[in-house]
């Protein structure tokens, strides 16, 4: 545990990060499942419903810094490759 009043600030600080970071994510993994649903059952657009949504939501958490942006670009990508791939 922390035993310098700073050190006690940043465990509180990084805490609170926690949390936040925990919600976002599992928002965004909520959203995503949305998407990958959409895209199973065959009507999913790629620039519009629960694909652009789940798209908005991953770029969101990486300016938030929840996620590297590499990794959302990957995601992104994968998610819009998913897409493409049902409607053609």
């Not at 050190?7 to 928002?27: D, G, I, P, V, Y």
């Not at 949504?53 to 819009?80: D, E, N, P, W």
Request: proline share 1%.
């Amino acid at each position: 545990m922390a035993t310098h009043k700073s050190a006690w600030k940043r465990f509180l600080q990084s805490e609170k990060r926690r949390e936040r970071n925990r919600t976002l994510k599992s928002a965004l993994k909520t959203q995503v499942k949305k998407a990958r649903a959409e895209i199973e059952t065959g009507k999913a657009s790629p620039v519009a419903g629960e694909v652009q949504a789940a798209v908005a939501a991953i770029q969101a958490a990486a300016s938030k810094g929840v996620l590297h942006k590499r990794t959302a670009a990957r995601r992104v990508s994968r998610l819009m490759k998913a897409a493409a791939k049902k409607q053609g």
